[in-house]
């Protein structure tokens, strides 16, 4: 039983990861009704940003505050120069776009800063929490990050719902004609979506570094997990993109500690396979038309 416990607060923190990471993917989703394969490749560019900033002052802070900066700017360029001139063919050309630009990424990151892995030092303390007389596997790095996920999650729940902003956001991306002839500015929308996506994979590439090394193919298979829990959460809910994200990392913790790590990886794809057979919406997605 206590092994148990030890591997649902071990997989809390990666969860949170995880779920910023598929909040990234349904961001452009909502926006542009893509998905974006890229946006591993951008969070990990964006935090060799961090690390070359944070080796030079020293600042963990200043660090996060680049990164941000870079995802959103990285994510318009890519908007620019990549998705917007295949936006508009079918989804095989966007999808192939969107790898290309990961390997492009990838490529670039190992010529700047070598292929060697590195390590990010974490802002605050990364070993477990001492209490009731044991070292419980959650530490005060692991509270940071879960904290940073739910303040974004709530900050982008109140923006999508609360704000003209993320109302036409929605709308552009639902009915682009219709929010164009109700003077919604939809390049504009689509733009921000990217840009907003970037920030937030950035956030979670910073988050997640300190946990293992970085290295330009280091997280590859954050992707898997991500966009695992952004399908069967449903690829335009927030919500399910946090509870599946968070509901992965627990279940990657639990297969890696009652067998091998490497079967981590097979029981994600099994699970969403599953779902595209059974719920292929997701589970708290929405099919057909919706009130903005």
Known sequence: MTNFIDYLLGGFSNGAVIALMALALVLVWRSTRMVNFAQVGQAMFTTYVALTIQQSTGNWLLALVVAIGAGAILGVIVFFLVIRPVKNSDSTGAIIATFGVLIALQAGAGMIWGGDPQGFIPPVDNAGLEFAGRI??????????????????????????????????????????????????????????????????????????????????????????????????????????????????????????????GNAAIVALVLLALNLLLKPDGVFGHHGARSV
């Open 136 to 261: 419980w596997p959650i530490s005060p790095y692991d509270i940071l990050v879960l904290s940073a996920t739910a303040a974004l999650v709530i900050g982008l729940t109140l923006l999508f719902t609360k704000t003209s902003l993320g109302l036409s956001m929605r709308a552009s991306a639902f009915n682009p004609e219709v929010a164009r002839l109700s003077g919604v500015r939809v390049n504009r929308m689509l733009i921000s979506g990217w840009a907003i996506a970037g920030a937030t994979g950035a956030i979670g590439g910073v988050l997640i570094a300190p946990a293992s090394t970085i290295s330009p193919n280091s997280f590859d298979i954050l992707l898997v997990f991500a966009f695992t829990a952004a399908v069967i959460g449903g690829l335009d809910s927030l919500i399910g993109a946090v509870t599946f994200g968070i509901g992965t990392g627990l279940v990657i913790s639990l297969v890696s500690g009652y067998s091998d790590s």
